[in-house]
């Protein structure tokens, strides 16, 4: 199983821009969907963005679209989030998560066998 570990997390200003990164270790992430989630206080884990394996298909949440953009580097095993133009709706613990199965086009908790431990991101408004 991929081990991940998440960083990149912080305190910014709204309209602010932060990078998350997601390092994978264990096995090589060529093969897996990797996707991002965030879970605020009190609230389900929800789908942020995914994005296939060789890294041609990505998928975002409405909310995010435009302003979020998920990429990969699978020689480095490494998965990243570029958050622009962020606002205090933003603030949660942001997941990293991978699975060697086919996604669906609104994947849930379910869909990934492995996750990371969290970065928080916190956003003043």
């Known amino acids: 199983q991929v081990q991940l570990v998440e960083s990149g997390g912080g305190l910014v200003q709204a309209g602010g821009s932060l990078r998350l990164s997601c390092a994978a270790s264990g096995r090589t992430i060529s093969s897996y969907n990797m996707g991002w989630f965030r879970q605020a206080p009190g609230k389900e884990r929800e789908f942020v963005a995914t994005i296939s394996w060789p890294g041609s298909n990505t998928n975002y949440e409405d909310s995010v679209k435009g302003r979020f953009t998920i990429s990969r580097d699978n020689s480095k095993n490494m998965v990243y989030l570029q958050m622009n133009s962020l606002n205090a709706e933003d603030t949660a613990v942001y997941y990293c998560?991978?699975?060697?199965?086919?996604?669906?086009?609104?994947?849930?908790?379910?869909?990934?066998?492995?996750w990371g431990q969290g970065t928080q991101v916190t956003v003043s408004s």
């Open positions: 998560a991978a699975t060697q199965w086919a996604l669906p086009r609104t994947p849930g908790k379910r869909d990934f066998g492995s």
